[in-house]
């Protein structure tokens, strides 16, 4: 007997496209399925504060089937097909990338003078498309954003075979890069100075006093100030924060520590951080000491405060620890959650109540994309420098840490200011060479003017880093130990930063010294090999002043 065949069941409560081929086999909608008889989709409770998107505005415009298509597509998005996308994703891919897209297509309609058909969704649209975002006036990287979310919903219609897909060549669907070089344009939140960081801390401890009280009012205002006490404490991402549940607090191997569990969403994994228990003997979390109240204790704290909301609350943020009671116009009670944005309403309020300002005298910008940059800094200062705990501390690659998260600090800042101040007083005063133009890397015969140098009257060349390729750079065997300890400098950078870095910026400097200037200057006779050695071994255990690592955190301002 022949094995059975099994028929795969269809889950009719999934969106589909109602459509037929016409005879060139393009997809045609079939007339009687549009409009839909509902075009609002319904998004449910996410991050996001979009609870629902209607499509309406887009039908009877010119533009039906695309509009149809477009529509069932974000319905099985939320149906959980064709990938798994959050909600609050959905909601981008409506709110900016199809509200703009099919704006675009009721204009590129009126102008051809009739109705638009999926066959029409082609290079030469998304061409116009991208046109259109460029003539709304917003920045390249705001473009970039909208396409960005309107991309994934066209694509996947692509690949269901509803609109042409081609995917390489000159008529390629979509352009393989259609804004080069944007990472380049994007301005990252910064990390709080050390004067704003104590000054928001402040603010911080007395916003959350009242907490503690036995009659502690659970407000939105009150919640955020505490869960603003967490994020700089611990650096982790807003969404995680806001969907904190209440078996977030997981017991750790070592006495006096806990385990901060959160759940990612973008990674489909967990973020751990480690916390301290309560301990009056010793300093709370490091990351920010002017902040007296232990994390762990706020947190069970707020737990205590809520828990009582639970029984309730609606069944989507059942085990939330971010509840509290809403009064809405109708003056009707109901339990929620903070989201972002009533954490940005009251951060602003905090704010504004305490005169925050930054060093232009301006509100202080708070949001927890800079108390995350905040947090990755101190761990970075605290550390010494060491890349490879604060990319630990916050759960990402050292490449990503290195380069999106740290800035030299203030300490730092102060170093090659008062050293360069000091430098360049040596070098006009001519005390650091009596006669000669002498530098800490050699001698140059042009430190004013030379190739490198910045020839304006009274700067000095301080560009070390072209030192080895500039043709008023000279070594005697006397310099040897200026240009090991410089070498030794360069090698130091490999464990504080990222390999690709490294190789990048610096892995040419020690090849030339050994293959080029101490190579050549031995084969012609101007350093002798004993000499060499006793410079380089010198170099390696007492390095010249000027190429400390104690001095110099990084090499970047001689770049």
């Known amino acids: 007997m022949g094995k059975r065949k099994v028929f795969a069941k269809t889950d009719l409560s999934i969106p589909q496209v109602e459509h037929s081929h016409d005879a060139v086999g393009n997809v045609v909608i079939l007339p009687e399925a549009i409009p839909p008889k509902n075009?609002?989709?319904?998004?449910?409770?996410?991050?996001?504060?979009?609870?629902?998107?209607?499509?309406?505005?887009?039908?009877?415009?010119?533009?039906?089937?695309?509009?149809?298509?477009?529509?069932?597509?974000?319905?099985?998005?939320?149906?959980?097909?064709?990938?798994?996308?959050?909600?609050?994703?959905?909601?981008?891919?409506?709110?900016?990338?199809?509200?703009?897209?099919?704006?675009?297509?009721?204009?590129?309609?009126?102008?051809f003078g009739r109705d638009l058909a999926l066959a029409d969704v082609n290079r030469d649209l998304i061409d116009g498309y991208l046109g259109h975002l460029a003539g709304l006036g917003c920045a390249t990287t705001a473009q970039k954003t909208l396409y960005t979310q309107?991309?994934?919903?066209?694509?996947?219609?692509?690949?269901?075979?509803?609109?042409?897909?081609?995917?390489?060549?000159?008529?390629?669907?979509?352009?393989?890069?259609?804004?080069?070089?944007?990472?380049?344009?994007?301005?990252?939140?910064?990390?709080l100075s050390k004067l704003e960081r104590q000054a928001f801390a402040v603010a911080l401890r007395q916003a959350i006093t009242p907490i503690w009280a036995d009659d502690a009012p659970v407000t939105s205002d009150l919640l955020a100030c505490a869960l603003l006490v967490v994020a700089l404490h611990t650096g982790r991402n807003t969404t995680p924060l806001l969907e904190m549940g209440h078996d977030c607090l997981r017991p750790h191997p070592k006495d006096n520590i806990v385990f901060l569990v959160l759940w990612k969403r973008r990674g489909y994994n967990t973020s751990k951080v480690a916390l301290r228990a309560e301990s009056d003997a010793e300093r709370l979390l490091e990351s920010t000491p002017s902040v007296r109240t232990n994390v762990e204790r706020l947190i069970r704290r707020v737990m205590t405060l809520t828990e009582p909301l639970d029984a309730e609350t609606p069944d989507d943020l059942k085990g939330r620890v971010w509840l509290y009671r809403a009064r809405d116009s109708k003056?009707?009670?109901?339990?929620?959650?903070?989201?972002?944005?009533?954490l940005a309403w009251a951060t602003n309020r905090l704010v504004a109540e305490h005169g925050l300002t930054d060093?232009?005298?301006?509100?202080l910008r708070i949001n927890i994309s800079r108390l995350r940059k905040t947090f990755a800094n101190r761990i970075f200062e605290l550390t010494d420098g060491d890349l490879a705990t604060t990319a630990a501390a916050l759960g990402n690659t050292l490449q990503v840490a290195d380069q999106n998260y740290l800035k030299p600090n203030e300490d730092s800042r102060r170093n090659w200011q008062f050293m360069g101040e000091v430098l360049v007083q040596e070098l006009l005063t001519r005390s650091i060479g009596a006669t000669y133009k002498d530098t800490p890397m050699g001698h140059c015969a042009d430190p004013e003017n030379g190739q490198y140098a910045p020839r304006r009257e009274g700067a000095t060349c301080m560009n070390f880093m072209n030192c080895l390729r500039c043709k008023h750079y000279a070594v005697t065997a006397e310099d040897l130990y200026k240009l090991f300890s410089f070498y030794f400098r360069v090698l130091a950078e490999?464990?504080?930063?990222?390999?690709?870095?490294?190789?990048?910026?610096?892995?040419?400097?020690?090849?030339?010294?050994?293959?080029?200037?101490?190579?050549?200057?031995?084969?012609?006779?101007?350093?002798?090999?004993?000499?060499?050695e006793a410079a380089r071994e010198r170099a390696r255990t007492q390095p010249h002043p000027f190429w400390s690592v104690d001095l110099i955190d990084s090499l970047e301002v001689f770049a």
């Open 331 to 342: 003056a009707l009670s109901r339990i929620t959650a903070l989201n972002e944005a009533t």
């Open 359 to 363: 060093s232009n005298g301006k509100p």
């Open 39 to 111: 075009t609002t989709v319904e998004f449910g409770r996410s991050s996001s504060s979009l609870r629902r998107f209607n499509f309406a505005r887009w039908y009877d415009s010119g533009i039906d089937p695309i509009t149809y298509a477009c529509q069932r597509q974000i319905e099985r998005f939320l149906a959980g097909q064709d990938g798994a996308v959050t909600a609050s994703t959905v909601v981008g891919y409506c709110q900016n990338g199809l509200r703009n897209f099919l704006d675009c297509c009721v204009l590129r309609a009126t102008a």
């Open 150 to 191: 309107t991309k994934p919903v066209l694509l996947a219609l692509g690949r269901r075979g509803l609109i042409p897909l081609v995917t390489s060549g000159d008529a390629a669907t979509f352009p393989r890069n259609p804004f080069p070089n944007s990472n380049r344009k994007y301005k990252s939140e910064t990390a």
């Open 494 to 532: 490999r464990s504080r930063m990222d390999k690709g870095r490294w190789a990048r910026k610096y892995a040419h400097i020690p090849r030339l010294i050994d293959n080029y200037i101490v190579a050549e200057g031995l084969r012609r006779g101007t350093f002798k090999a004993v000499a060499v």
